[in-house]
């Protein structure tokens, strides 16, 4: 009985090494990391105003400390401003520019623009996966959007960049799903 047992010990044990070793790899799975996202520098510019929004994380979204978020002054009610975010990963000497990356995986990230608090404004892509050759489709990515002001008020702008989100979406986040790359939000003032 106690030889019965050893051996369908060692026989379960020899069964796992066999398992463990299958020659599965003719078909591995193409890993595409997350991005690393230190600084996002949005610029929004309607003639001669330029109000620009910073947040840097040096240590990173797992470090110790939070970013140093800052916002370079109000916007102005009633107006049309032109967005432009530029994403560096500053943790690399010298820092790499991550939009490169997202230009040419355009399908595979877009950004979301979600405004809270009782801020008037709406912002929305202008850039869509066209915009980005060889691709041509239609969804939008958000390197270049737009932000509309109506009349004074205060609240914030969070942008969050989504790598691998559903597409087509219907613009938030919870459709969307896929992974945050960067998510960060600005307390802005219109005047």
Known sequence: M???RKFLSMLAIAGLFASSCSDDDDNPVVVNEEEVITTMTVTL???TDVVTLTSRDLDGPDGPNAPV???????AANTTYTG??????????????INEEIEEE???HQFFFEVAGTLNATAAATDTEADYPP???????GLAFELVTTVASTGSLTITLRHMPTKPNDGTLADAGGDTDIAQ??????E
């Open 69 to 75: 978020v800052e916002v370079s002054g109000s916007l």
């Open 45 to 47: 510019t309607a003639g």
């Open 185 to 190: 939000s600005f307390d802005l003032t219109i």
């Open 135 to 141: 691709l041509t489709g239609t969804n939008p990515v």
């Open 2 to 4: 106690m030889n019965t």
């Open 106 to 108: 355009a399908d595979e």
């Open 84 to 97: 432009a975010i530029e994403l560096l990963n500053e943790s690399e000497t010298p820092a790499e520019e």
